[in-house]
């Protein structure tokens, strides 16, 4: 299965600030099959992108997705309070479906 | 708007069985494939199974291959799992969640429901 690293674990910042979240996978994703979720405390997960960089519905643009192949990155441009969370990728081009285990957005 | 509302989550002893149901509205659920996802408490998450839109098609995770089965009842609008032989690892916050194709399994899920609790102890 393919095995998705994401990179901080955990990264404590302050409203205004740049984000970059890595996710890197152990072999190639087909066709870029990859998505990005942002789950609160207490709440379900949302999608935000998928085949790496489509815009889910709802989306905010500061957020921004890239990457193709093995390494992926969700960029937020200027963190907002609400987006203080955890952030997950998941890949789609191959079973099983598989996650990464998670990045942390905590307010510095 | 898409809902999705789980239910039938509780607390059940090692070896026992669970069904969790999965009310869907909003949406013409007949059209879509839908997941299961799990979450163990303070972890990452975990997909559990899949079922295409006619019930014709599902595909579980090998962790719960054999003990679980996912079903569906297009008429009622609901989506099904049937756990049995739990363990203390299945443990965690049992999510439905939408597929956005009517027949593909490997997908993303555009809706998630809020999820069903599911503790497994002794």
């Known amino acids: 299965e393919i095995v998705l690293t994401q990179s901080p674990g955990t990264l404590s910042l302050s409203p205004g600030e740049r984000v970059t979240l890595s996710c890197r996978a152990s072999?190639?994703?087909?066709?870029?099959?990859l998505a990005w979720y942002q789950q609160k405390s207490g709440q379900a997960p949302r999608l935000l992108f998928y085949?790496?960089?489509g815009r889910a519905t709802g989306t905010p643009d500061r957020f921004s997705g890239s990457g193709s192949g093995t390494d992926f990155t969700l960029t937020i441009s200027r963190l907002e309070p609400e987006d203080f969370a955890v952030y997950y990728c998941q890949q789609y081009g191959t079973s099983p479906l598989t996650f990464g285990g998670g990045t942390k957005v905590e307010i510095k | 708007q898409v809902q999705l509302v789980e239910s039938g989550g509780g607390v059940v002893q090692p070896g026992g069985s669970l069904r969790l149901s999965c009310s869907a509205s909003g949406f013409t659920f007949s059209y879509y494939g839908m997941h299961w996802v799990r979450q163990a408490p303070g972890k990452g998450l975990e997909w559990v199974a899949f079922?295409?839109?006619?019930?014709?098609?599902?595909s579980h995770a090998d962790p719960v291959k054999g003990r679980f089965t996912v079903s569906r009842d297009n008429s009622k609008n609901t989506l099904y799992l049937q756990m049995n032989g739990l363990r203390s690892e299945d443990t965690g916050f049992y999510y439905c969640?939408?597929?956005?194709?009517?027949?593909?399994?490997?997908?993303?899920?555009?809706?998630w429901g809020q999820g069903a609790l599911v503790t497994v102890s002794s």
């Open positions: 079922i295409q839109y006619d019930g014709n098609n599902e």
């Open positions: 072999q190639t994703v087909s066709r870029n099959s």
């Open positions: 969640a939408k597929g956005p194709t009517s027949q593909v399994p490997l997908t993303f899920f555009d809706f």
């Open positions: 085949g790496a960089f």
